[in-house]
């Protein structure tokens, strides 16, 4: 079935420290996915994708790593800053128009 | 500001009233999305527009629901006859063909009292 799910709902950090987000995924078939940040009061906001047929993909800061023979997502994020302070969720996308999201974990920094 | 635009922003109206709610999204998206998200949820998916063409609808909207992009620009979602369960943050997203990245706007959120 499609579903995508998160392992922990918070996650505390100190700022300064590396994070890690988790997700996990029960569709083979996705084509790509994606990370997104939701702030307080807005809408999500797209932070980095990868495709199914990658393992690693890095940005600015951040890190997605994709092990398909598990169907493990996670999403690094180096030098938490408390901006980074958020609601993370993955979401998966099957490579039609559908986009489907977890129920996210939410990241607090500790100063 | 990603640049799409909802409008209200807030609404609140009591149940058994009809509510419709705007999104503009950037301009030459030709994709749009409507999602809803409640408290702790992710957002889940409405409905998709091709331009002016809606291509797919979730089971979750139900006959009460509809929506329209009439010129392939802006597009309205309307409720009717609102029920207590439909209060939620209702989402735009828009994209165009050749990005996997979706740009949000802030959300409509709707109380039904």
């Known amino acids: 079935g499609e579903s995508v799910g998160l392992h922990l709902p918070t996650l505390s950090v100190q700022e300064g420290d590396n994070s890690i987000i988790n997700c996990a995924y029960s569709n083979s078939a996705s084509d790509y996915f994606i990370w997104y940040k939701q702030e307080s009061g807005k809408g999500p906001q797209f932070i980095i994708d990868i495709r199914s047929n990658m393992d690693k993909r890095q940005g600015q800061r951040v890190t997605v790593l994709l092990n398909k023979t598990v169907k493990h997502l996670s999403l690094q994020i180096a030098a938490t800053q408390p901006g980074d302070s958020a609601v993370y969720f993955c979401a998966e996308n099957t490579g039609g128009f559908k986009t489907i999201f977890g129920a996210g974990t939410r990241l ?3 100063a | 500001d990603t640049g799409v635009s909802q409008d209200p922003r ?10 419709t709610f705007r999104c503009d999204p950037i301009s030459e998206h030709n994709r749009l999305y409507w999602y809803r998200q409640t408290l702790g949820q992710g957002p889940e ?3 998709y527009f091709q331009n002016e063409a809606q291509l797919e609808k979730s089971r979750l909207l139900s006959d009460r629901f509809s929506a329209e992009r009439p010129k392939g620009s802006f597009s309205t979602l309307e409720i009717q006859r609102t029920e207590q369960g439909d209060s939620a943050m209702y989402l735009c997203a828009c994209q165009t063909e050749l990005n996997t990245e979706a740009f949000f706007g802030q959300g409509t959120r709707l109380t039904v009292v």
């Open chain 2, 45 to 47: 998916f409405l409905t």
């Open chain 1, 108 to 110: 607090f920094v500790k």
């Open chain 2, 10 to 19: 807030h609404k609140i109206t009591k149940r058994g009233q009809n509510v």
